[in-house]
């Protein structure tokens, strides 16, 4: 079992920056590849980021390419998202999850998950 706890979220103006952690206990945390998805209302759960278990490894979706940066710190079992140049559509819930093996960007294949921290870009 692995818990994840996201925090960093808030509401912020266009063109400004949030960081998002997220906490692992449980498990060893430099086995899980682990994933940034968000959901906005009435919309599905999308993927914002992965990365593996090393971080030697990043991915992102089209849209945050370039904005948001992924990364990880094994030694304090935490996986962050920072995000630059928010822009109103990026307002959703970002939610961390963790998984075996590679990153990948269903969210079904991701067994755990975190409660999900509110991201609010106004404009």
């Known amino acids: 079992q692995v818990e994840l706890v996201e925090s960093g979220g808030g509401l912020v103006q266009a063109g400004g920056s949030l960081r998002l952690s997220c906490a692992a206990s449980?498990?060893?945390?430099?086995?899980?590849?682990m994933g940034w998805f968000r959901q906005a209302p009435g919309k599905e759960r999308a993927f914002v980021s992965g990365?593996?278990?090393?971080?030697?490894?990043?991915y992102y979706a089209d849209s945050v390419k370039g904005r948001f940066t992924i990364s990880r710190d094994n030694a304090k079992n935490t996986v962050y998202l920072q995000m630059n140049s928010l822009k109103p559509e990026d307002t959703a819930v970002y939610y961390c999850?963790?998984?075996?093996?590679?990153?990948?960007?269903?969210?079904?294949?991701?067994?755990?998950w975190g409660q999900g921290t509110q991201v609010t870009v106004s404009s």
């Open positions: 999850a963790a998984k075996m093996w590679s990153v990948a960007e269903k969210p079904y294949n991701y067994n755990y």
């Open positions: 449980g498990r060893t945390f430099s086995n899980y590849a």
């Open positions: 990365i593996n278990q090393s971080g030697g490894s990043t």
